[in-house]
């Protein structure tokens, strides 16, 4: 008989639910919790199990073979010519994705998924709806991200391989694509610190006004700072890794909403492992945001290490940070 217990938020979270409900294993709610990655690749897993898109789009809609737009005297392809069918899926995925992050967040803040502990002892409290309402208008994150990847594709700047749907994902390609991207992105980001106080001030600054960021704070920043960090970086990868349609997919997806998740106030369940493998998590951006001079990565603390700029939240618990974060 499963024993009922009142589940109160430990870290002070003001508005949570206090009701009562079956206690469960920590383990169970590990599990449950960390399903959020998957469900982050819904559309691209779904998709390319036994080729179901085949027998969801006509074959007309797409190309197996990688396709070479053929390039107009100013440069770009006719968009009449391009099949908008893997973008329309790669945004999808990415939509569907922080359907999936969101629910996740807000179960982990209401203390659905088990107890609480805030990354920074500090509460900032908010509310849900407008958190959610300010990160989804999030001009620079959202119009500026999605317009980039609607140009790039429909006017034919795409390597080739991108527009093919044959092989399936390739998680070879979406790995290479995450630490290269996160690579660059660490190194643009280090220079928006170092190069010089108006680079500063001009482009990286308006984030740095967040010290106790919550989730829905990633994408709210500059339009310098997300063609610096996030559009260069996406420009490079493409033309690294000869990724096809459902590794780039897969990829965008992934880096997307595990950039929000490194904002959380809240330590992940699979932070702990994380750490482990060099991953980034939510502690380890604080980090960044707290101190401004360390953990210039943002998916992998390997390049921080490598330059001496990594500096472990384990280790800084006190004024600023929870302990065992």
Request: hydrophobic share 45%; charged share 15%; aromatic share 14%.
């Amino acid at each position: 008989m499963a024993i009922l217990e009142a589940q109160r938020p430990t870290d002070g979270t003001e508005g949570a639910p206090q009701e009562l409900r079956p206690s469960a294993s920590p383990w169970s709610l590990v599990a449950l919790a960390c399903l959020v990655w998957p469900a982050i690749c819904t559309v691209p897993l779904f998709l390319t199990f036994e080729t179901a898109y085949r027998n969801v789009f006509p074959p007309s809609w797409y190309d197996e073979a990688p396709v070479v737009p053929t390039l107009g005297p100013y440069g770009v392809a006719d968009p009449r010519g391009i099949k908008p069918l893997g973008l329309i899926l790669g945004l999808l995925a990415v939509v569907v994705g922080q359907f999936f992050m969101i629910c996740y967040h807000y179960l982990r803040r209401s203390s659905h998924l088990g107890g609480l502990k805030r990354v920074q002892p500090q509460v900032r409290d908010y509310d849900f709806s407008e958190g959610l309402s300010t990160h989804l208008s999030n001009p620079e994150g959202f119009v500026l991200l999605g317009g980039y990847l609607i140009g790039t594709w429909m006017l034919g700047w795409m390597p080739s391989s991108y527009y093919s749907f044959a092989g399936g994902i390739s998680w070879k390609h979406v790995a290479a694509q995450l630490l290269l991207q996160d690579m660059i992105q660490c190194f643009m980001h280090l220079g928006e610190h170092k190069i010089s106080t108006w680079v500063y001030q001009n482009s990286h600054k308006p984030h740095h006004r967040f010290t106790n960021p919550r989730v829905f704070d990633a994408f709210d920043g500059s339009l310098v700072d997300t063609i610096c960090m996030i559009l260069i970086p996406l420009v490079i990868t493409a033309r690294l890794v000869p990724a096809n349609v459902w590794s780039y997919m897969t990829f965008g997806t992934l880096y997307a909403n595990w950039l929000v998740l490194i904002h959380s106030e809240f330590v992940h369940p699979w932070d702990g492992l994380f750490r482990k493998l060099g991953f980034g998590t939510a502690a380890d951006h604080h980090v960044h945001h707290r101190l401004f001079v360390y953990n210039y990565g943002h998916l992998f603390m390997y390049w921080d290490k490598l330059l001496g700029t990594y500096r472990d939240p384990c280790n800084l618990w006190g004024k600023q940070f929870n302990k065992d974060v």
